[in-house]
């Protein structure tokens, strides 16, 4: 099993608007990413209304074709309640797969938090 790590923290100061950063660490690979998309299912599931996400992935080293699906239907849900999500910090290798595969295409992707930050808050 691949190590991972998902935290979630609300941002202080965000507005009106609910807003997290969820930072996942490690690997997100078929021996995890079901378990650990549990966490963030939840969150949307408990939030319900508008809400804005930061993804920061900065110290993600690994994801596979599974948790890119993930990625796109988190984006989808947050989306269609009128919230944003948007990727924060990813790694060379991760932002290759995530440019391949389009995914760029549809969220943005900013190098650091605090650009993320001041995205969301606009």
Known sequence: MSDV???????EGAGADKAYIIAI?????ETNVDEQSKQIYDLL??????IN??????????????SI???????????????KLVVSGAQDSVLDVLTVVGIT????HYPKLDEAKQALSA
């Open 25 to 29: 660490s490690g690997q997100l690979d």
């Open 5 to 11: 790590q998902v935290n979630i923290s609300p941002i």
């Open 45 to 50: 599931e408990k939030e319900g209304a508008k």
């Open 105 to 108: 295409n549809l969220i943005q």
């Open 69 to 83: 699906g993930y990625l796109t239907d988190w984006y989808t849900k947050v989306n269609e309640a009128g919230g």
């Open 53 to 66: 996400i930061i993804l920061d992935i900065s110290e993600l080293t690994y994801m596979n074709s599974k």
